[in-house]
């Protein structure tokens, strides 16, 4: 097997085995841009070492060669006393995960290279530096020694200066004590053989990836936990050979709001890392035109390379060592939800992608983050400080420093900020528990701001009127102070930090599609008006919503809702209507019943007629009746306590009570509901299917058009749905609207599986994917999913709850049984969904694939599932 691939040896394609950085590495080798010799050790063989925790046999001789021919090219050898060659050994995986896992620099050096170095450099500072840093990043990554064991020793010697200032003899002792500091945590003292150094910190990389924060990060991010990471092995170039040298990270447009220009953070003198983790406060990178116009130049024109051929917004590492340019890095840059819509229709407009490949570019989870709501900040004063807008959208809670409180706060339900200097990866849990996150240092390339971003998360970053004091669990602003536990709220779009809790409004988003603000309005309406439309052009599948009142049914008809998918009639039967239903149930007779049944029927007349007027043209979809009768009584306690105490008997209370008690089931949902309560309360379904007919003629009467559908409910046998058709359509033809049509859910298994006869007494389907999911795993969602569900979640039994993605291989496979028989039986059979995985984006691109005619969802979904119903048809 082939282990190890020279950068020359690899492309942009080859992420799987090369990982991200590895791969793209090798393309900018292929571009012919500057990057230092080097060679990938593949994903492979980090899966191969996880599972036998061991290197690959085979690994150790290719190393051996491509170092060899790395030493050639460079005409060093790695950590030759006299003249070493130094390398960093770097983590790469296939999605990348900032900050997750490890990288180390500077390895080659040793007691006796270190002096080489220095020879020939001229520079003994930079070489003292090289390797206090070897020590510390090895051992910290390495050998698991405690960061602040180096750190303290470091800021003992430096007190009040910054690290620019330490003298080459003060490194010189900071290099000794940070391998007395080495020994004494690890036993053993710190290796003096390079090519040592070397395996071990390329198997702590493999290591990396089993990391409690990289499986942390992956699961939020749905990354597979399986695909290893690949080992950069990178000849090192020095940003901290003096001023005329420095190391950077920028991006090739603006990555929260997509604007073109220079953006990017500078650090002179300094080694990659220290960019990233705020030791220093950094320059904007506009600075390197004055410092180094020939570098700022050349990375300009490295940019505009990298943008044409990646078509795509970049972000870069680059390092400049005494005033020569290096890149180290560069992938398609992690963006903004309103950038990703913004740059895809800026790079459609600049002629690189066409609108296909701008709308593959975009997701509905994305569209869905800019529908959130944003502040109203117009009449809340002054905010207390501003930082850096790093990742959009409102957030409002309470203060909190540090990650774990920010856990434990969150379990409890609260909401909260957190409040760092700056985070690492060990922030994760409480960046993940937290509704923003807000530091006082650090850019819009810190880590903070990358990984909220990454996660859709609010972040404010780089506030540096803030005085953050972790221990005391405050801070200070301009003389004000927040302590742990009061509430502020931060502006991930404008960068505003406020005391107290601000009012939020629709996002320009929302009031776009609400038809408050026209398609250009700005430049992110624009584009999703444009790449929105583009997915109507190109979709098959239709979208409907899930509305049970006029008002919702308007909205979603803005919103782009091509009629009703499901209109629940429950609720129609609740508020001062419950006396209604009460009545019907403690009817004594037929004729009791029926008079309860008359006093509904206007009242659900005039419901469906609203809502028949909002749909006006469109199909809509009602479901009739379909919960448990109970549910519309007192509960059994209640009722009980208040006969047992009552001075005197109430008869009517008794008699609810006893039919309380008849009714009474252990597991309700699988009980008497659905169509079991229309077959058996005879009237009822009559009821409801008169109140449509008679809706329908009343709108039409006032010249509109009504298209009612009417649907049954947990139908399981062809038979159950017969009997309710026969006598719905009776009804029909004496109100005059034969011909409605008169379809099903499927959502019991037995539907799905008999469903090529069900088909011959349906006009159409529609699947109920809840229950579906419901019955079909055999577990209760009102139980189950703050039960074991997490556990579950660990076990990978799933990767994600079945009630948010449909579950292809088995709920998946109902649908696609039924969809053939069904059709099989009766070709123009309409199908679609009804259940909330109909605006889940995954679900959709299901539904596409298995045939369905519309999917329908909750009104703020339809615009998702109109984008992912357009993505899914490309
Ligand atoms: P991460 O994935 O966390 O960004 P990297 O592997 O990119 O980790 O490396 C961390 C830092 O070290 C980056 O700033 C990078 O540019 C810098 N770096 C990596 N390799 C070299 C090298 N060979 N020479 C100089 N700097 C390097
Ligand atoms: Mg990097
Ligand atoms: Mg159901």
């Not at 390379?305 to 400049?320: A, K, M, Q, S, V």
Request: aromatic content about 6%.
């Amino acid at each position: 097997t082939k282990y190890v691939y020279d950068f020359a040896e690899g492309n942009k394609d080859l992420k799987d085995l090369l990982g991200g950085k590895g791969a793209n590495l090798a393309e900018m080798v292929r571009l012919g841009l500057p990057v230092p010799p080097g060679f990938t050790i593949t994903t492979e063989a980090c899966r191969e070492y996880l599972a036998a925790g061991r290197p690959p046999d085979e690994l150790a001789a290719q190393v051996d060669a491509h170092l060899a021919a790395l030493e050639a090219t460079m005409g060093r050898r790695l950590g030759e006393p006299a003249d070493p060659l130094l390398v960093s050994v770097r983590s790469g995986a296939k999605f990348s995960m900032p900050g997750m896992m490890e990288t180390v620099l500077n390895v080659g050096l040793t007691d006796a290279s270190v002096h080489g170095l220095a020879a020939r450099s001229g520079n003994e500072r930079f070489a003292w530096d090289s390797y206090r840093r070897l020590i510390q990043m090895f051992g910290k990554t390495v050998c698991d020694v405690p960061g602040e064991a180096f750190e303290h020793a470091m800021d003992r010697v430096k007190g009040e200066r910054a690290d620019v200032d330490l003298t080459t003899e003060e490194l010189r002792g900071l290099v000794g004590e940070f391998k007395a500091i080495f020994a004494e945590h690890t036993g053993r003292d710190f290796p003096q053989d390079p090519r040592e150094q070397m395996d071990l910190a390329t198997n702590a990389v493999f290591d990396s990836w089993n990391a409690e924060r990289a499986v942390l990060y992956r699961r939020q991010e749905r990354i597979p936990a399986d695909l290893g990471t690949a080992v950069n092995i990178v000849a090192m170039v020095f940003g901290n050979l003096g001023p005329d040298s420095g190391t950077g990270v920028a991006f090739t447009r603006d990555p929260a709001t997509g604007a073109r220009g220079v953006y990017g953070d500078y650090l002179a003198n300094a080694q990659g890392e220290d960019v990233v983790a705020g030791i220093r406060n950094t320059v904007p990178l506009q600075e390197l035109e004055q410092l180094d116009p020939k570098s700022f130049a050349e990375l300009m024109a490295i940019m505009a390379t990298l943008e044409g051929h990646y078509r795509d917004l970049c972000d870069i590492e680059f390092t400049i060592e005494a005033g020569r340019l290096w890149m180290l890095q560069t992938r398609v840059g992690k963006r903004t939800a309103a950038a990703a819509f913004i740059i895809a229709s800026q790079l459609v407009d600049e002629g690189m992608i066409d609108l296909d490949e701008a709308l593959r570019r975009q997701s509905g989870a994305r569209l869905a983050q800019l529908m959130f709501p944003t502040f109203d900040d117009k009449d809340v004063g002054e905010p207390l400080a501003k930082g850096i807008a790093a990742s959009p959208g409102a957030a409002v809670g309470r203060a909190v420093f540090d990650s774990a409180r920010a856990v434990e706060e969150a379990a409890k339900g609260e909401k909260v900020i957190l409040v760092r200097r700056e985070t690492n990866p060990d922030d994760l849990p409480g960046m993940i528990a937290a509704q923003g996150i807000l530091t006082s240092r650090g850019g819009k390339t810190s880590h903070a701001a990358v990984v909220a971003r990454g996660m859709g998360k609010t972040c404010v970053c780089g506030a540096d009127a803030l005085e953050v004091d972790t221990a005391g669990k405050q801070v200070t602003v301009n003389g004000t102070t927040v302590r742990e536990g009061d509430l502020i709220s931060i502006d991930g779009t404008s960068g505003a930090i406020f005391l107290g809790e601000v009012p939020v409004q629709p996002s320009p988003v929302v009031r776009y599609f609400d038809g408050d603000l026209a398609p250009d309005a700005d430049p992110l309406v624009a584009a999703v008006h444009r790449l929105l439309t583009r997915a109507d052009e190109r979709r098959r599948l239709g979208v409907r919503t899930n509305a049970d009142t006029g008002e919702d049914a308007a909205r979603a008809r803005r919103f782009g809702a091509q009629g009703i998918g499901l209109c629940r009639t429950e609720h129609m039967f609740l508020g001062e209507r419950r006396a209604m239903v009460e009545r019907l149930i403690l009817a004594d007779g037929p004729d009791e019943q029926q008079h309860a049944l008359d006093a509904l029927l206007p009242l659900q007349r005039d419901d469906f007629a609203e809502i028949f007027r909002a749909m006006d043209g469109l199909p809509v979809t009602i479901r009739l009746i379909d919960p448990p009768l109970h549910e519309f009584l007192p509960p059994l306690e209640e009722l009980a306590v208040a006969v047992a105490t009552a001075e005197t008997p109430d008869p009517h209370q008794e008699a609810l009570l006893a039919a309380v008690r008849r009714m009474h089931e252990q597991n309700p949902m699988l009980g008497l509901r659905g169509v079991r309560l229309g077959l058996v309360i005879p009237g009822l379904f009559g009821m409801q299917v008169r109140a449509i007919a008679q809706a329908a003629a009343k709108v039409r009467g006032e010249g509109g058009d009504p298209r009612p559908e009417i649907m049954v409910p947990l139908v399981g046998a062809v038979q159950e749905l017969e009997a309710v058709r026969a006598d719905a359509e009776r009804i029909l033809a004496e109100e005059g609207t034969a011909g409605t049509p008169i379809g099903t859910m499927i959502e019991v298994p037995r539907a799905a599986l008999t469903a090529g006869q069900i088909a011959e007494a349906a006009d159409f389907f529609s699947f109920g994917t809840n229950d579906l999911t419901q019955m079909g795993w055999g577990f209760s969602r009102d139980d189950v999913e703050g039960s074991f569900f997490s556990r579950y979640l660990e076990l990978g039994v799933f990767g994600v709850s079945p009630f948010e993605t449909l579950d292809r291989d088995g709920i998946g496979r109902l649908v696609r049984i039924a969809v053939q028989e069904g059709r099989q039986a009766r070709p123009d059979l309409k199908i679609g969904v009804c259940g909330e995985h109909g605006g889940d984006p995954e679900s959709v691109r299901f539904f596409d694939e298995a045939g369905l005619d519309y999917v329908s969802c909750s009104p703020f979904r339809v615009p998702v599932a109109r984008l992912e119903a357009g993505r899914a048809a490309l």
